[in-house]
Each structure stands twice: as structure tokens, then as C-alpha cells.
């Protein structure tokens, strides 16, 4: 762990250098905690309707982390190489690669569509579902995929506004979106009596629209430095090659969710409904505490493209020092609002009661998981794709050990978000490792 992070027990509240961190990382926050509220809503809306539909979204949920969480470097590399070029002064070179993954995202989201479909029925069998919860489980799969292109676009428009420096545009749209999403849920789950169908069909209609808003913005930035429409296949095949060590880095932090979520429900189903809501907030918690990591990302970027590695690293230390306070910070809320959580999200009291006792790791994990993300997103920015990859490979292969003691000891759902919490300090173990070195400072508008 770097130990940087602990130089200034009594840190000022301002630096120079956090006006600018802050201007990013605060609507980056807001935005970030707005995205998965997608989830969060969708789990507070059917949890209401009953334990079966709500494991039945668990173990969706858990196939859709897979088939559109490891193409999530549409966001981190777009936001990464556009910064570059930014810091560069090269602002139609910047639109060309926003535009490139555009395009990249576009096929790989019908890509996305089609696959998924075809090993829905296979993959939740594998996951362990029972025959009670296996029909709303597919039902919630096979609508989302439907919206598989669209929440690609969203990935890459994201990255585009993020790597220009803009924060607040994003942010905008996924307020706007989060209200359209909850209200076009309520309307269709209990107004329409669709059921899991109906919250699927909800946030499928608010990607579409986020989409087409990315896509009408982007394009104003095109038109406004001439830039190339059409695709320019050297720069898509760029963002792709990059982008196939961001997807094995993410391919091996999902297997970890996903090895988890298969284990809980195979403890029981009220463990499986005790998960999806903990993991659902721990995920909230996840993305509010990843803004200065998103932040790290684009300032890291634009500091190198600007050949300025000392300013690049004077920046990341101040974006730890923020990580330990606000993973403390995030903390402290989970203990506090543990019971009225457990209330919430469900009316079941055996899964209320499990779920009570898995928030105080989820706590514990707050300040582990605050230093990993931004970590992570420093590298992200600098472009160490291929060590990311190998240090999320090393953590997972750290976790699996603890995960099959959980399951040969049969320990239970406490000592299996426990085994998360080993996974999430090995990352730090090896991200910090290279973030000692000076390997990550690269310099220039594309890196070499």
C-alpha cells in the first residue's frame, strides 16, 4: 500500500491541486451514484414483489456484471486516450477517438445482444437458480439484452465527455435518465402489473434515450472542430486492441462477483436475497467512492499528454489521501443506516435479518475498496492496461482459495463477503507495487 496516503494525518482541506481534482471528481460522484441507481431501483421495486423475483433479479443481475461489465473499457480507455489528446491540444484528434469508440461500442453491443440471448438459459442453470426463481431471471436477462447497444454507446459517450474534462454533462443525463427510470418503473411494475418484466422494459426505454443524448452532443463537438463522421477503422482497431486488456481485467474482477453470487445461492434462497441487496449497495457505494478514481483517470491522462509526469504525480498522491477519507466516510453510513436499509429493500424478515449482519463487512470493506479504485484508475489513465490485467488475475486467483474454503466449510454468507474483502487487498498489494515505480509516467499525446 502506498504509504503516501498516510503522510498527513491532519491534511488541509484545500490545495491547490484539488480545485481541479474537485472539478471533476464531484459531478463524476453524483453521476456515478446516479448509474447504479438503475439497480438500486429496480431491487427496492421488485424486492416488494416477493422473494422469488427478487433472487430471480440476483442472479440476472449477476449475467448482465458479466455480459456488459468486462466492455466497460468503452468508458475507461476512451476517457484515458481522448485526455491525452486533450493535454495535447489536439481537440479534433480527441473527437476521432471519441468517435472510434462510438462505433466500437455500437458493434459490440449487438454483439452483445445476440450471445447473450443464445446462453441465458445455459448460464442461469449454471448459476445454480431454482425452478421458483429460474423464470424471472430470464425474463429480466432477455429484455435488458435488448438494450445491450445502446448501454454501450452510453460506456463510450461517457468516456468521450470524461477525457474532454467535462464532468457536469454526464452527470446531467443520468439524473434526467434516473428520474424517467424510477417513474416508468413504478408506472409499469405496479401501474401495469408487468412484474420483473416491467422494471427490465424501464431501464431498456432510459438507455435508449441517454443514448441518443450522448450521441446529439458528441456530434455538436464534431461539427464544431470538422471532424471525421464516418468510422476510422485504424483508430477503432487502437481502442479495441487496448481495450482487450481492460476486458481481462474486468472479466477477472466480475468472475469474483460472479463466483459469489453463484455460491450465495447456493446457500440458500434467502441468502441469495440477503446478497443481491447487499451487493447492490456495496455496488452503489463502489461507484460513489470510484469518482476520484474516474477523475484520476482523465487528469492522469491530460498530465502525461501535456508531458508533465511530476504534476501527474503530485496529483495522485492528493487522490489517495481522498480515497482513506471517504472510504472511513462511507463506512460509518452503512453501520449507521443498516437497519433502515434492511427495511427498505425488503419486508421478509429472514432475509432482513441476514442481510442486518452482512452490511457490517460491507462496511469494513468501504476504506480497502476506496484505495483499490483509485489506484486502479491512475494506472487506467496512464494506459497500464496489461499490468491492470495481470494484478486483477492475481487478486482473483487469491480469492478463489478463500471461496472454496467458504463453500467446503459451508461458513455462510458472512464468511463469503469476507473472502471479497481478501480479493479487494490483493488488488491493492499489486496496483500499489507499480504505482511505487515511475514505470506508469509515460509521457506524449499517445502512448507508446
Known amino acids: 500500500?502506498?504509504?503516501?496516503?498516510?503522510?498527513?494525518?491532519?491534511?488541509?482541506?484545500?490545495?491547490?491541486?484539488d480545485k481541479e481534482i474537485m472539478r471533476l471528481a464531484v459531478p463524476t460522484f453524483f453521476a456515478l451514484t446516479a448509474e447504479p441507481f438503475y439497480v438500486l431501483v429496480?431491487?427496492?421495486?421488485?424486492?416488494?414483489?416477493?422473494?422469488?423475483?427478487?433472487?430471480?433479479?440476483?442472479?440476472?443481475?449477476a449475467y448482465l456484471a458479466w455480459a456488459f461489465g468486462i466492455f466497460h473499457f468503452l468508458a475507461y480507455n476512451t476517457t484515458a486516450a481522448v485526455a491525452r489528446w486533450i493535454g495535447a491540444t489536439e481537440p479534433r484528434r480527441a473527437v476521432e477517438q471519441g468517435l472510434a469508440g462510438l462505433w466500437l461500442a455500437l458493434g459490440l453491443g449487438t454483439a452483445i445482444t445476440v450471445v447473450g440471448l443464445v446462453l441465458a438459459p445455459t448460464v442461469v442453470d449454471v448459476m445454480g437458480a431454482s425452478d421458483a426463481i429460474r423464470p424471472y431471471a430470464l425474463t429480466y436477462i432477455r429484455i435488458s439484452l435488448i438494450g445491450a447497444p445502446m448501454l454501450m454507446i452510453m460506456l463510450a459517450g461517457v468516456g468521450y465527455l470524461r477525457g474532454t474534462q467535462d464532468g457536469r454533462t454526464p452527470l446531467v443525463i443520468a439524473v434526467i435518465a434516473n428520474v424517467a427510470n424510477?417513474?416508468?418503473?413504478?408506472v409499469f411494475v405496479y401501474g401495469f402489473d408487468w412484474g420483473v418484466a416491467g422494471s427490465a422494459w424501464g431501464t431498456v426505454i432510459v438507455q435508449a434515450l441517454s443514448a441518443v443524448a450522448f450521441l446529439v452532443l458528441i456530434d455538436r463537438h464534431r461539427r464544431r472542430v470538422q471532424g471525421r463522421i464516418r468510422p476510422d477503422f485504424a483508430a477503432v482497431f487502437r481502442t479495441a486492441r487496448v481495450g482487450i486488456h481492460l476486458m481481462m481485467r474486468t472479466a477477472a474482477l466480475i468472475a469474483a462477483f460472479t463466483i459469489t453470487t453463484s455460491?450465495?445461492?447456493?446457500?440458500?434462497?434467502?441468502?441469495?436475497?440477503?446478497?443481491?441487496?447487499?451487493?447492490?449497495?456495496?455496488?452503489?457505494?463502489?461507484?460513489?467512492?470510484?469518482?476520484?478514481?474516474?477523475?484520476?483517470?482523465?487528469?492522469?491522462?491530460k498530465y502525461l499528454g501535456a508531458a508533465d509526469p511530476v504534476g501527474a504525480r503530485q496529483m495522485t498522491r492528493r487522490m489517495l489521501q481522498f480515497a482513506v477519507v471517504t472510504g472511513i466516510l462511507a463506512a460509518a453510513i452503512v453501520v449507521a443506516l443498516r437497519e433502515p436499509l434492511a427495511s427498505i429493500f425488503t419486508n421478509d424478515k429472514q432475509v432482513q435479518d441476514a442481510l442486518k449482519s452482512v452490511l457490517f463487512i460491507v462496511a469494513l470493506l468501504q476504506p480497502i475498496g476506496a484505495i483499490a479504485f483509485v489506484l486502479d484508475g491512475i494506472l487506467i489513465g496512464s494506459g497500464e492496461t496489461r499490468y491492470l490485467a495481470l494484478a486483477m488475475l492475481g487478486a482473483t486467483l487469491a480469492f478463489l482459495p478463500c471461496a472454496i474454503y467458504v463453500t467446503v466449510t459451508e461458513a455462510g454468507l458472512n464468511a463469503l463477503w469476507l473472502a471479497l474483502g481478501v480479493f479487494l487487498f490483493a488488488r491493492i498489494i499489486g496496483l500499489g507495487a507499480r504505482y511505487r515505480t515511475d514505470k506508469w509516467l509515460i509521457t506524449g499525446a499517445c502512448r507508446t
Do not use: C, Y
Open 1 to 17: 500500500m502506498p504509504t503516501i496516503i498516510f503522510a498527513s494525518p491532519m491534511m488541509k482541506l484545500l490545495r491547490p491541486t
Open 42 to 61: 429496480d431491487t427496492a421495486i421488485v424486492g416488494h414483489l416477493g422473494r422469488d423475483q427478487l433472487a430471480g433479479v440476483a442472479i440476472a443481475g
Open 263 to 301: 455460491l450465495a445461492a447456493r446457500i440458500s434462497d434467502t441468502a441469495i436475497a440477503a446478497h443481491q441487496i447487499a451487493f447492490q449497495i456495496w455496488l452503489f457505494l463502489s461507484f460513489a467512492l470510484d469518482a476520484v478514481s474516474i477523475a484520476g483517470q482523465s487528469i492522469v491522462g
Open 182 to 186: 424510477l417513474i416508468i418503473e413504478l
